[in-house]
């Protein structure tokens, strides 16, 4: 008798991965927002953010070109690959400045609020983000959300809006910069709409085109570079000029660089091991996390406020990433600029 082909096994995830991914993930999410914290407040000559911006798009591009020839297997087929998708694509290339140019400015606005909030504050309150990605994908890329959905997002609004409620001084400790709570606010604000903005057009350009996501990314650092140059030269010009392109820089302001290029991409290759209820765990882990680090490093307390509107923040997390509602097949979107 024919022997019968036997259907192929269906691989699934190894448990050990996910949980792996969970706790890469929490420490991506948490940790760079504070050691930024740190290199933002402590004493000595401070670095020239809109350096650091440029830095991590530089080395974010190396990564992903690195990337691409590990996958072209040749320097020859590379080259090609780059000339055919890059320089005789230059239309393409100006659809992908609007994301660049947003995401550079976004950067910027962070090391200006995580400078004037502190990182607990500051993780709480840019949870805005998944919200200003809702709204965005709704009405760009016409998302259904779940009913779930919804309230969860309308409780994040709640819990950061009572975050923003306590007493200034639970906040705040001895500081070798000024700060002010307003600005870091205005700041993650405008950050958290920039953030879904360009994330929900980012995803748009890659369900339209062949270009794989890393191809897209060296695109994006290319001319995150250029704009970040001109950004630099606008805002701090003179200081460049006066004090050096590195002024500042020691080996706690490289490894935030390499957290905020390299983080990203971190997500990007540990993402497809974890579901969106992981996602939503390792938020919400980072938050508890910053939150404690807090406490201990940069003398933070812990107000009735805070407690309840972080709490608040973190069900609305977890309820948003665990009710999805079921959709056709599409493209998962890679953010490389999230904190």
Request: glycine residues 6%; proline residues 3%; charged residues 15%.
């Amino acid at each position: 008798p024919v022997e019968q082909p036997q259907p192929a096994a269906v691989q699934k995830t190894p448990e050990s991965l996910k949980y792996i991914s969970l706790v890469l993930l929490t420490l991506q999410n948490a940790l760079l927002i504070l050691v930024m914290r740190y290199v933002r407040t402590r004493e000595g000559d401070m670095f020239i953010a809109t350096t650091a911006v440029i830095m991590s798009e530089v080395f974010k591009c190396g990564a992903c070109l690195v990337i691409i020839l590990i996958q072209e297997g040749s320097v020859r087929k590379w080259l090609h690959l780059l000339y055919a998708d890059i320089i005789l694509e230059p239309i393409d290339c100006v659809k992908v400045s609007v994301p660049s140019l947003t995401y550079v400015l976004q950067n910027n606005l962070l090391y200006i609020a995580v400078s004037n909030l502190d990182a607990a504050t500051f993780q709480v309150t840019y949870q805005l983000k998944i919200l200003t990605t809702a709204i965005f994908s709704v009405l760009m890329l016409k998302k259904v959300l779940s009913k779930l959905q919804w309230i969860s997002l309308v409780i994040l609004f709640v819990g950061v809006a009572v975050v923003q409620m306590q007493p200034e001084a639970s906040g705040k400790a001895a500081l070798a910069v000024e700060q002010s709570p307003v600005k870091g606010l205005v700041a993650v604000i405008i950050s958290c709409f920039m953030s879904g903005f360009a994330g929900v057009y980012f995803e748009k350009i890659l369900k339209g085109t062949r270009q794989s996501v890393w191809l897209r990314n060296v695109q994006l650092g290319f001319l995150g570079v250029i704009i970040g140059i001109i950004t630099m030269y606008i805002n701090d010009g003179a200081k460049v000029q006066a004090k050096g392109f590195f002024v500042g820089y020691d080996g706690v302001v490289w490894f935030v660089v390499c957290l905020q290029s390299f983080g990203g991409l971190l997500v990007a290759v540990v993402v497809k091991y974890a579901d969106n209820i992981l996602k939503g765990f390792a938020t919400s882990a980072a938050i508890i996390v910053s939150c404690i680090a807090s406490m201990y490093f940069f003398d933070f307390h812990l107000s009735i406020q805070f407690t309840v509107g972080a709490f608040l923040v973190i069900i609305a997390v977890y309820i948003y990433s665990k009710y999805v509602p079921i959709q056709t097949p599409s493209l998962t979107i890679v953010v490389s600029r999230k904190v």
